[in-house]
T-cell receptor, first 111, second 113 residues
């Protein structure tokens, strides 16, 4: 079973920030938080990952709470092309990639 | 760019047929994975491989087998297809030491009638 809880769906207006929450209250000290997304009819795509500190890349920002029991993925200026299912995953470092994908959050960006 | 390609986007097979799904990656990744994706169930891991000729069962290996004769190619085999194997099949690869970034193929939508 996935170790994360995400809302099944969210809406966001185009151009606004999309904030996608994830709860991972049983996360262990050596587990990272990963975010992937899956656009319709495509394979999942890696977005970002982090352990303790907040992270930012060209796609998104990841905010992890101090107790590491939850995190938020932020898409700063959502576009229609960001409409996708977003998966939050926790997995140990060196897990060799066998990530467990849950059901994710369906983000709909509306004009 | 890393490319993971799958042999077919859409496939229709009959019950009882032997089905081969091929996956090829061009980045010399050691690790490769086969998932199936069904509505409401997310992605479920079928098999994975850490090296040539090595394979490990995932969460739902029943009814499937795999083959990894070359590093770049990982095949999923349905020995006798059944209707409950109708699904989207996704292949992924990852380099050892970079466990965070799996690269996925576009998927094969298999329908078994």
């Amino acid at each position: 079973d996935a170790k994360t809880t995400q809302p099944p769906s969210m809406d966001c207006a185009e151009g606004r920030a999309a904030n996608l929450p994830c709860n991972h209250s049983t996360i262990s000290g050596n587990e990272y938080v990963y975010w992937y997304r899956q656009i319709h009819s495509q394979g999942p795509q890696y977005i970002i990952h982090g352990l303790k500190n907040n992270e930012t890349n060209e796609m998104a920002s990841l905010i992890i709470t101090e107790d590491r029991k939850s995190s938020t993925l932020i898409l700063p200026h959502a576009t229609l092309r960001d409409t996708a299912v977003y998966y939050c995953i926790v997995s140990p470092e060196g897990s060799q990639g066998n990530l467990i994908f849950g059901k994710g959050t369906k983000l709909s960006v509306k004009p | 760019d890393v490319k993971v390609t799958q042999s077919s986007r859409y496939l229709v097979k009959r019950t009882g047929e032997k089905v081969f799904l091929e996956c090829v990656q061009d980045m010399d990744h050691e690790n490769m994975f086969w998932y199936r994706q069904d509505p409401g169930l997310g992605l479920r891991l079928i098999y994975f491989s850490y090296d040539v000729k090595m394979k490990e069962k995932g969460d739902i290996p029943e009814g499937y087998s795999v083959s990894r004769e070359k590093k770049e190619r990982f095949s999923l085999i349905l020995e006798s297809a059944s209707t409950n194997q109708t699904s989207m099949y996704l292949c992924a690869s990852i380099a050892t030491g970079q466990a965070y970034e799996q690269y996925f193929g576009p998927g094969t939508r298999l329908t078994v009638t």
